[in-house]
């Protein structure tokens, strides 16, 4: 194992003193005994079920070589859609699936939607304010093959859509998209829009690896500002996030690649400038080329109001030298600038025996804490089990994670792990069915019963794509939805914080915080829904710090199980 699993980054902003803690015990709810299988008996946490037929995915979905999936409800009735990129050869094109409720979907065939692509970001967002949700195709276009490179598709109600990409200033013919997000970085009212571009050009079919920063016009024209606002050329992202890490009230944006991590921190004033000895805190030995690092997330893990990065990995044989997803704590501001601390070892994140690029801090058994999924998938007697570190609370401030879906099959084998060319490691793994990884896996509840479901697209064709129904039994839930009238209707930015009932603004009392955003973790995109588990709080109160300085919304004793939409 290589030795940036166990060694802590420092910078002149992080904390001079190593912490080493070990995982507090907890007793975890006994789910099925599946002994029989090999798992270790109530081990593991989570209950998902595979119900991608039942479901009405399949057959459409099947065959695709996916690398791209973002959700959002596109006609208003409640319930999440889903869009499907992939890598276009000889599988099937882009695919736009619409959800009728009662956990149903069906295929919407919009000839146009089906993008012959090598698409790595989906993302829906209102891009022209008008209260519904447009959508952005990334895509790493190449002159030899006949795909398509970014496209944007206006949304003119109920879900139909039109291609508006010629000359709107968000799809240059030669740029390498990947990850997509979006924010309101000048707090006009307007979202802008943020693609990653691929450092590799043997990858990317562009000349350059710069990253972009396009400025909303309105009317769904965008403009590139990417060097005005101050994002470096040559700066690439794998994968990008946005949001509000030194609590200024402005958004701030993370791009994640093999060729460097490195956070921006907004002025306030339209421009961006590197956090001080970013790219040395989030340094990490062994990238570059094929060891690439993909996704990221910034949620708040201890609830100290202060948001966390978590960072996937895409390693070229983590079955022989394993890698673990990194975390790290913000150990607070001083004159604006953030410190952050990597935390990986002490937090108890297991180096991973396979690529695992997309990553989320999410609470998958609405117990309170926020849980760190992987996009990877193990299974045992047919049953797929996720790789999520369960969040065990906090011990001298460092939150605890136990991870257990290694342990459900014997993979990697002796045999496994003497494999040296990744084509004979990859056709092993799709053949005998043990483990899988996907590059994108964003969570969404799409049957709005208050567990956050999964979706994978499978990047082999013959191996199946996953929608995961999360059937945890856990505490209660809520989930917010902003619409906000005197900003972006989708309130992106907005900081929304929780406490118990009668608790509101007492720090010491915090039980969750996060940002709205739409658009991370890798090739991702999930619905601007935050979403937070309560355990055994039936009340909550909500605190709403609106961006760009716009003010505080407040929202005292909120019944829990519910999806509430506030109108600001």
Not at 58 to 80: K, L, R, T
Not at 238 to 244: H, L
Not at 475 to 480: A, D, F, S
């Amino acid at each position: 194992m290589r030795s940036q699993c166990t060694n802590f980054v420092n910078s002149i902003f992080a904390v001079a003193w190593l912490l080493v803690a070990t995982c507090a015990d907890s007793e975890l709810p006994a789910q099925e005994s599946p002994a029989d299988r090999g798992i270790r008996a109530g081990s593991y946490p989570f209950v998902f079920s595979d119900v991608g037929d039942k479901a009405g995915l399949f057959p459409s979905i099947a065959g695709i070589q996916g690398h791209a999936a973002g959700w959002g409800d596109v006609d208003g009735d409640g319930f999440i859609d889903l869009y499907v990129g992939t890598f276009h050869s000889e599988g099937k094109p882009n695919l736009l699936f619409r959800n009728e409720g009662k956990g149903k979907f069906r295929f919407d065939d919009q000839e146009h939607l089906r993008l012959h692509s090598r698409a790595s970001g989906s993302l829906f967002a209102d891009l022209d304010n008008d209260g519904d949700l447009d959508l952005f195709v990334s895509s790493m276009p190449q002159p030899q093959k006949d795909v398509v490179g970014c496209t944007l598709f206006r949304n003119d109600g109920g879900g139909k859509f039109t291609d508006v990409s010629k000359d709107n200033g968000a799809c240059p013919t030669a740029f390498g998209g990947r990850s997509a997000t979006v924010l309101d970085f000048d707090g006009d009212g307007l979202l802008d829009l943020l693609v990653g571009e691929d450092p590799l050009p043997r990858y990317n079919g562009s000349t350059t690896k710069s990253s972009r920063l396009f400025r909303n016009l309105g009317k769904l024209q965008l403009e590139d500002v990417s060097a005005a606002a101050g994002l470096t050329a040559d700066t690439p992202g794998y994968g990008v996030a946005a949001a509000d890490v030194n609590n200024d009230g402005w958004p701030d944006f993370f791009l994640a690649s093999s060729a460097g991590n490195v956070l921006f921190l907004n002025d306030g004033h339209g421009k961006f400038r590197e956090a001080p000895g970013s790219r040395k805190v989030f340094a990490w030995d062994g990238t570059g080329g094929d060891n690439m690092v993909c996704g990221v997330s910034m949620v708040d893990v201890n609830r100290d109001g202060l948001l966390d990065v978590i960072l996937g990995q895409h390693f070229k044989a983590p079955w022989r030298e394993p890698v673990p997803a990194r975390l790290y704590l913000h150990r607070g501001n001083k004159d604006g600038n953030p410190a952050y601390e990597d935390i990986t070892a002490a937090a108890g994140l297991k180096p991973l025996p396979i690529k695992g690029p997309h990553v989320e801090i999410q609470d998958f058994d609405n117990d309170g804490w926020p849980d760190i999924y992987v996009s990877i998938v193990k299974f045992a007697g047919e049953r797929p089990y996720p790789l999520i570190y369960k969040h065990l609370g906090n011990k001298e401030g460092i939150p605890q994670f136990r991870e257990d879906a290694l342990g459900v099959n014997d993979f990697p084998t002796a045999e496994d792990l003497a494999i040296k060319r990744s084509g004979e490691f990859f056709d092993k793994v799709v053949r005998d069915k043990k483990i899988i990884y996907m590059a994108p896996g964003p969570s969404g509840d799409y049957d709005n019963d208050g567990r956050l479901d999964l979706f994978l697209p499978n990047w082999w064709a013959t191996s199946r794509s996953l929608l995961l129904h999360n059937e945890t039994p856990g505490g209660n839930w809520l989930q917010v939805q902003l619409q906000w009238e005197r900003g972006n209707r989708m309130g992106i930015g907005a900081k929304l914080k929780i406490y118990p009932a009668g608790k509101l603004g007492d720090a010491a009392q915090l039980l969750g915080c996060r940002d709205m955003a739409a658009g991370y973790g890798y090739a991702s995109a999930q619905p601007a829904i935050a979403h937070f588990g309560l355990g055994e709080l039936t009340s909550v109160d909500l605190e709403i710090i609106l961006p760009h300085g716009k003010g505080t919304v407040s929202q005292k004793g909120i019944k829990a199980n519910q999806k509430l939409t506030l109108k600001l």
